[in-house]
Every structure is written in C-alpha cells, then in structure tokens.
C-alpha cells in the first residue's frame, strides 16, 4: 500500500511537471484564438492549479455536454430520427396498425414534416416504437449497422463522422485535465452508448440519455434484457439536471450546449458554488453547416442566447470561432 | 502529447513492477486461507494478467457489489430503513394523517414488524414519503446528520462502522488492479452516496440504487431539484440487471451479493461471454454478526443459495472465511 502511495504521488509530479511543459502546445488547435478559446483555455487552467483559490479537486472535475448539435450535426434531423425513420420502413410490414396511425403513417407517407409536428414527445415515441422487442444486444447489432450503411443527405458521408472537431479537442483537454467528461442528451442512451466511446472517446457509463424501460426475460436459459415500448426518462430540458443528479449524484462543474434544451443544465451546473463554466454553441456557419437559432424546429436556441450575457456563459460563434467544423476524414 | 504517453507508459510499467511486488503480499489480509479467498485472488490474477487467455481489457473491468448484507450489516434492519423509522417520527406532527394509515400508524406506535409485513414496496412507500419534499442538498444534510448521532442497537457504534473489512479489502483490491467498482442496491441512491465515497471509496457516479423522482424548481432564483414522492425505479431482483443497463451500459465481470434481491445480477452478470465471476456471502456467524438464510425477512438467501453451485457462484461462509467482521474502529 505505501509503496504505491509513493508511486502515485510521484507520477502525479511527474504529471504536473509534464502539464506545465504542455502549456506551451496548443491544446485547441482547431480554435481560431478569441475570447471562447480563451475563456475554455483559462477556466481549466485555474481550476487544475494546485494552490490556486479556484482549485477544484480532481474527483469532483465533471463536464456535461449536450450531443446533438453541440458534439455532432443536428440538421436537417436529429441522427436518432433519421435512424428511426429507416427503422420504420423496415419495421412497417409487421404494423398494418402504422398506415392509419401518427405520426407513423405521414412517415410511411415521406411527409417527415408532419410527423415530427408532435414535437419532441412525438419524436420520443417514434423512437420507442421502433426501438422496442428487441434485447439491448440486438439494438447495439441494429445502430451498428445503420451507422455502418447511412450517409448524411447533404455531405454524403457516414453520420458519426460529422462530429465537430474543435469540440473533440475540448473533451481531450478536459480529460488530459482531470476531468471526467459526461454525455447528457435528450437523445437515446443506448443508441448513443454504440459510438460514443469510439467517436468521442466517452465511455457508455459516462453516457446519460433519454431512456425507455427494458425488461429482463430468459431466452435459450440465459438472461437478456429486452426493450420496452415505455419511455422511462426524457433527458431534456429539466430533466437534464434531473438526469444528472439521478446518474452522476454531483452537481458538475463544466456544461455545454447548444439549445434551450439545455438551458436547464446549464442554470444548475453554472449556480453550483466555486468556480463553474457554461457554453453555448451558436450555428451561425450557413456555408460549412447551419445557421440556426430562434426559430429553428431542431435545436431552437432563444432563451438560452437572451440568458448567455447575464449568466457569464461563453457563446462560441461557430463560422467565427472554428477553423475546421468537421474532421477531414474519421 | 508524446511525452504524455511516454510517461504513461512508464507509470504503467513502474506499475506493473510494483503490483509484481505486491504479489508476495497478502491484498486480502482479513480472510482466512480458504477456497472463497483463493477464488477471488485467482480470478483477478488470471483476468488482468497481460497475454492471458482471459485477459480483460481495463475498460470492461467492472465490478457491481450490493450494498445491505454485502458490504454492511442489514440486521435487526435495513440502515436506511431505521432513519426512515427517525424520520416518521420527527416528521409526523406535519402528518396526522399517519395516524390512521399503514404502514405508519404501525411504526409510530412502536410496532415494526407490523409496519414490515408490506415487504420491500411496503419498506420503499416508507423511504420515499418521508425523504421527499426537501431538496437534495437539504436531504444530503439530514442524512449526514443522523449517521453522526445515531447507534446501532446490537453494537452500540455508527452504523457506518458497521461495514465488512474483508469486502473493503477485496474493493481496494479490485480498483488497484483497474476495477471500476460499483454498488448496486435496493437502497436509494442519494442515502447511499452521502457515505459510499468516504466508507467504501466509491464516488457518487458508481452508486446505482432505487430512486425517486426529482423536480427542478426555482428557490430564490437559483434553480434546485426537489425531492418527491414517486418512485421512479426498484432497482432490486431483475431490476438490478435492468439498473446496471441503464446506468452503466456494459455487463459487469463481477457481481457479489448476499441475497436472492442479487440472483438476477448474479444470473446476468456471470451468464456474459468470457470470464465472470460471482459471489455470495453467506451468514452464518451469529457470534460476531448474524446467521441467517432461507427463512430471513430481511435479506432471504433462498434461490440463489440453491444456484451458487450449478452457477459455479463462490459462496462465503463468513464464520468460516472471514477472520474478522468489522474494523475495530474507524
């Protein structure tokens, strides 16, 4: 036990030592140098520095990011969606019952636009429906393969490949921090928990998401857990803070986002005590992706934006701000 | 970045050295030399031994303990349950309605067993009316408060000495050979991460237990998450598996439990592919603790005693396999 105390203390100086070399690299490379990147770049700066006033304890070191549109593209349809759309025409064989009912039936018609008039519930229990009867195993086997064939409409590239490169850059630093970096979207937990190790390095136990039931069943004499048509969390808007208290049982101390979806996480994370942090990702980028705010369907940013100045959140003006939006190639 | 890894690696070899060195020490000094002992010490051995057929990369390395009869005592009841029994009582001049209603009016005139006969929904009801309506800062504060003051009835120390040194020999052991260990109880969750970090060195993101729903509401402009009275899940037999999915997203390589509340965990975790490994502790010290099994109100071991066998599940005789209960003080 001492000898590894010893250990530990003497590669946490080493550690340090190496940080401190660090500083003269660029940790955001993809950042153009203005007051987002540097407020990112001092935040973590003062909290990591041992002796500091600001210091904050490595256990206690957690940062939420919202997914979709503040990680990866949201636009023209949350990914989820376009995944439970192709899983509906699948699916559409075995639900005679879909033709007659919304807002399965507009879908089946092509008219998205109708369908998704229900809002996010609407969306929610789409995603159910066509999510459910199957065990977790088969539903990772399911998104594994949509992500392997589907292509995004516009850029005709793989969708888990339109993830934004500086904001890969603020996990990494985060983590190369200390920090423990969470996913807290109003997306499906299990659907994300299928890439979001491999695309953006977080494990699927640091993945809080929307979430139905699921029921464990013997098959074969084996266990498994099969998934119910019931949804159990919606991990949006309150229920974000909700989420993260009930998975997390800590207030964090980092939180990006990019909607009013997120406005709720970012009250809590930022009225914590000591120092906090919150970001909004503004789509200002018409040519390299979307400008969208206000009235936009899909990740409607407008109280959050009113909000930003008053609270002290960073607001990254993406075509401003960001070199490159997307990786080259992934 | 280079030197970072460069570093890492040499921790990691330094490590390695030293783990080797610790090979000739004992990680479990609190076990007598028995097969339950050489089960655990084998199976980590072989798990984590680079090259190894059975090699388990770090990141699947995870480890689900339950809590009451696990990791501490459950008798003459649950922990939780008799600050519950505390709070009825400071709480009911504010309910009068109690007087007349089950399971209160039982356990405000004295009579446990009467209020216990409802089972464990019974026992929840209990918890869950009278943790809600404060918020979860205030609920944190209560808890703290009542392990400082209050004694187990039997032994006359905290409750929170009252925990198993041969289980938290076998955590540190685990997390120092790149475990992530995690409880997984019927408890509640925020009861148990007020003293998890501290008595058994598992952080607030590693406790999963049963939960109630939480409403964010604005106090004096800040926004705070208030407790309410509705249950959101059990996380108790199959909920246990169906818990662990949700929050942590991957099967856990290890389970221990004490109760046929843990079969379904144990049946999960070890029906994974690879190696697995599961186990029971067994009461049968009433000397030093308590001996109980088949016939137990509170944590019946029936099934799953009967499984332990054809599952190929280790079973602990405490009386037998441990050399001491709880540490002589903390």
Redesign the interface.
Same mark, same amino acid.
């Given at each position: 036990m001492k +000898?590894?105390t010893i250990?530990g203390a003497?590669?946490a100086v080493?550690?340090m030592a190496?940080h401190a070399?660090?500083l003269g690299?660029d940790a955001l490379p993809s950042w153009n140098d203005g007051a987002a990147k540097r407020s990112i770049v001092a935040f973590v700066e003062k909290v990591t520095k041992p002796g500091s006033a600001e210091f904050v304890p490595e256990?206690q070191r957690?940062a939420v990011f919202d997914n979709d549109g503040t990680l990866w593209a949201e636009q023209p349809m949350y990914v989820q969606l376009a995944f439970a759309l192709d899983r509906v025409k699948s699916l559409a064989p075995k639900h005679p019952e879909w033709k007659e009912k919304e807002p399965f039936a507009s879908l089946l018609k092509g008219d998205v636009k109708a369908a998704l008039a229900g809002g996010d519930k609407a969306v929610l229990e789409i995603v159910m429906a066509t999510h459910a009867g199957m065990t977790?195993d088969e539903f990772d086997q399911t998104v594994k393969e949509w992500l392997r064939a589907a292509r995004h409409p516009r850029f005709d590239r793989p969708y888990d490949s339109l993830v934004y490169q500086p904001m890969l850059e603020v996990l990494a630093h985060l983590r190369?921090n200390g920090f423990?970096t969470y996913i807290v979207s109003g997306g499906g937990?299990?659907f994300m928990?299928v890439f979001a190790?491999e695309v953006y390095g977080v &494990?699927?136990?640091q993945?809080i998401g929307s979430?139905g039931?699921?029921?464990?069943r013997m098959q074969g004499g084996?266990?498994v857990?099969v998934k119910q048509p019931e949804i159990?969390?919606i991990d949006d808007g &309150?229920g974000k803070?909700?989420g993260i208290?009930?998975?997390?049982? +800590?207030r964090p101390v980092m939180a990006f986002g990019n909607s009013d979806g997120d406005l709720?996480m970012l009250?809590?994370t930022t009225?914590g005590e000591g120092p906090r942090f919150g970001l909004i990702v503004h789509h200002t980028d018409a040519k390299r992706e979307w400008a969208y705010d206000r009235e936009s369907h899909t990740g409607r940013l407008d109280k959050a934006l009113d909000d930003a100045g008053s609270e002290g959140w960073t607001v990254v003006d993406m075509a401003r701000d960001w070199k490159i939006v997307f990786p080259a190639t992934r």
């Open positions: +000898r590894t250990m003497a590669c080493m550690a190496l070399d660090a690299t256990t957690v977790t190369q423990k937990v299990e928990r190790e &494990p699927p136990e993945v979430s039931k699921t029921k464990l084996a266990p857990l159990l969390l &309150p803070p909700e208290n009930l998975f997390i049982g +800590r709720q009250q809590w009225a």
